[in-house]
Structure formats: C-alpha cells, structure tokens
C-alpha cells in the first residue's frame, strides 16, 4: 500500500521583490520552492507586473531553477482581459499602453490590438517605452470614451538595488490626462480576486512582499497572507517601500527561504483546510490519535529540537537581546548570533518535518491506513473481535456443518474484510 499524496492547499507566490529583483534571483528563492513542492505544495506565481509574456515569465523561473506549467503563473494582465470581457464584446478594438503580456492576454481573449484611435478600450499597464505619445493616444481615446483599465497600480516597482516608477505612475499620467479614473484589475482588485479562485480553488496561502496589494488580495480571499521582507516592505522602509503592517500577517519573514520552513512546519504542526477527499494522515495529525514511536528517540529528538523550529529574524533579535540583557552575550556577536541561530533553525526544520513524516507514514502504513475508508474498516475490524470469536466458537459447537457452511463462503471471497488487500 502506498500512502496517497498530501492535499495542501496552492501557494499563490508573488514575483518581483520574491523571487528575484528585476532580472537578479533572490538568493535561497528557487531552493525554498522545491523544499515547499516536496512537501507537497503545488505554487504558483502570481504576478501584477503585466508587462511580459507568460512564456517570458514561464522562461526565467526555468533559467533559475523553478519549472512550473504555464497554467500556473497568472498576471495583471490575464486579470484585464477578464475584467474587459465584462464590458466589451471580443473582436473590438483595444489600445494596449503597456507591455506585450497585455497584448498577449487580449489576444488569447480574441481582442484585435491596435495602438491608436479608434478603441473600444485602452488597457493601461507598467511598460519601459512609455512616452509622451503613447500618453497622448491613450488619453485621448479615454476621453473620446473608450472603457479605461488599468492592469495595476502599483507605484513602484523592485529592481535591482532600487525602486523603478510602477504601473500605477504611467496609469496616474493617463487618468489625469484623461479626466477619468481606470477601472482595476490587477492585486488586490476583484478581477484578480475572480481570476485567482478559477484557476487556484476557494483555498490557498498568499506570499508576497507588498502588504498594500498581496497582503490585501489574501484578505479579499480570506486566505491567510505570508510576508517576506526581500521586496518593497520592511521594519524600516525606504520611500516608496510599505510598513510591515498591523496587526502583523500570520506568517513574516526575511525571504521565501525563511518563509517555506515556516509555512511546512506550519502546515506539519496544525494542518491546513482539507477539501472532503483529503486523506486520513493529515486529519490524524492535530488529533495525535496514533500512538507514536515505540523508541522515545525521535521523540526526545522533537522535544530537543523544538524550540528551535521557524525561528524568524525577529525572533532571533529578541533572543540576542534577551542574552545581551543576561550578560551572556557581547553586543558586537548579536549579528553572528542572529545569522547562525536562523541557519540552524532552516536546517532543523527540515530535519525534524523529516523525522516525523517518516516516523507517521511508517505508522500509518503499519495501521494499513491510507484514507477515511481506512480507517473506518480498521475500526470495524477492531470492534469484531470482542463479540465474534465468543459467538463462533459457540455456533461451531453446536451447529457444525454451518461452520463448513461459512468456511466455503469465505472462499469465495478472499480479499473480504481485509483493509491491507486493497
Ligand atoms: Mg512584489
């Protein structure tokens, strides 16, 4: 018997300031994906940076070691050309000002894409090639009353070592040009909120490095969001940057690498929603209804280890100052101290989810349960034996060619009350 794979929910995993700063990875970014897909989280990529083709989008999380399906990143832009078929017929014409993945999204929408007047819409989006005239067909084609979306409104954009003009300053140029306000579909606007629940389902975790907009969708979704640090957001932001908001989100952390172990040990320490064909080994857990390990070394091994599972930055900080308040440690080690007590603690982590997955499958498998199906036989068969064997025993003495009766029906059915022969 094989134990069916883990229904968790999908991480809806933000891009720019996550993954990578303009064209530069994030350090520890693609290695926390593959730790959260092996244990058993499908991500995907969510992303209000319109300007690029999915396939684009699709061909640099490749080149950084993250291959994920086509159907798993979803953009601004794909959110716009579902808002605008709300308001528009397909085969109109739509003025693109903003990159190729809007004309892309359009496209596969059946919108003919044109640059001028006139046009039925003009869709806004965060392009480098914005200019005067670009500002100039698009607000006049506003004006002259075509339906005005914009893909996004972010007003900056993480690159490299600094914050680039977002969407939202070339959509403001328009809007003010044009004496009208955009229509939003972008994150955290309904259109993505649509867009989201269609291809990711009514349950999921929302990662992100800007609070205004990824912290914000996860609130219209009801999802529970997970900040890192690595983008626009931080204790002590730069201008442009936001706030780590309060209350604080369940889940903060310096990067995606901090964040995954956080999110398995999470997920591992108090399970998440499970849709009604989820299999019994999640459902087991909180309840700890199994008994565990009949060596105490794993357990002693969790109980060693615990405190020192997920530690965060900050967390890390407050245990420096604790120590420096102590007299146990000098003001000038608190930085080493912090460092090494967060890489220890990734490390511990997934060495300890190791150890209990492990020791539960093993368990598990030895119970012969791999679903609710499974566990219900096992209870059935459990509670057989206290009355079968008294009755048997007392029919097969007084009534013994039934007994043989019995024996031949059991033959013919052999597999019949026997969870492991499935
Ligand atoms: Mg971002």
């Given at each position: 018997m094989t134990v069916p794979p883990r229904v968790l929910p999908p991480v809806c995993c933000d891009l720019d300031g996550v993954l990578w700063r303009g064209t530069e990875p994030i350090p520890g970014a693609a290695a926390a994906i593959d730790r959260l897909r092996d244990a058993g989280f499908r991500v995907t990529f969510l992303t209000n940076n319109s300007?690029?083709?999915?396939?684009?989008?699709?061909?640099?999380?490749?080149?950084?070691?993250?291959?994920?399906?086509?159907?798993?990143?979803?953009?601004?832009?794909?959110?716009?050309a579902g808002l605008l078929a709300t308001r528009v017929e397909p085969g109109a014409r739509v003025l693109v000002c903003a990159g190729p993945g809007v004309a892309e999204a359009l496209r596969d929408e059946g919108y003919e894409v044109v640059s001028d007047s006139p046009a039925a819409?003009?869709?806004?989006?965060?392009?480098?090639?914005?200019?005067?005239?670009?500002?100039?067909?698009?607000?006049?084609?506003?004006?002259?009353?075509?339906?005005?979306?914009?893909?996004?409104?972010?007003?900056?954009?993480?690159?490299?070592?600094?914050?680039l003009p977002g969407s939202g300053a070339i959509v403001a140029a328009v809007a003010a040009a044009a004496g009208r306000a955009p229509e939003v579909a972008g994150k955290p606007e309904a259109p993505t909120v649509e867009l989201v629940r269609r291809r990711l389902g009514s349950r999921g975790v929302v990662v992100g490095d800007r609070p205004s907009t990824d912290g914000a969708l996860a609130a219209a979704l009801g999802w529970p969001f997970a900040l890192v640090l690595s983008g626009v957001a931080g204790p002590h932001p730069s201008s442009g940057g936001e706030p780590v908001p309060e209350p604080r989100p369940p889940f903060v952390a310096a990067d995606l690498a901090a964040l995954a172990s956080a999110l398995i040990a999470a997920e591992w320490a108090r399970g998440w929603p499970r849709s009604g064909s989820a299999p019994i080994l999640p459902a087991l857990r909180p309840r700890r209804s199994i008994p565990m390990a009949q060596g105490p070394d794993w357990k002693q091994f969790l109980d060693a280890g615990a405190q020192f599972v997920a530690v965060t930055r900050a967390e890390a900080r407050r245990r420096a100052r604790d120590l420096v308040a102590q007299g146990q440690l000098a003001q000038g080690q608190v930085q080493a101290f912090v460092d090494d007590l967060v890489e220890q603690s990734r490390a511990r982590t997934d060495e300890m989810l190791d150890v209990v997955r492990r020791e539960i499958q093993r368990q598990v498998k030895a119970f012969g349960i791999a679903t609710k199906d499974d566990l219900a036989r096992l209870e059935a068969r459990l509670a057989r034996p206290t009355r079968k064997p008294a009755a048997k025993a007392k029919k097969s003495a007084k009534k013994p060619a039934k007994k043989a009766g019995k024996r031949k029906v059991a033959a013919r059915k052999p597999g019949a009350g026997r969870p492991s022969a499935r």
């Open positions: 300007s690029r083709p999915v396939r684009d989008v699709v061909r640099q999380l490749d080149g950084m070691g993250v291959p994920t399906p086509v159907d798993d990143v979803l953009t601004s832009a794909q959110a716009a819409a003009v869709v806004v989006g965060w392009h480098r090639d914005f200019d005067f005239e670009r500002l100039d067909r698009a607000a006049s084609a506003v004006r002259d009353g075509a339906v005005f979306i914009a893909t996004n409104v972010d007003a900056t954009y993480p690159a490299e070592g600094r914050l």
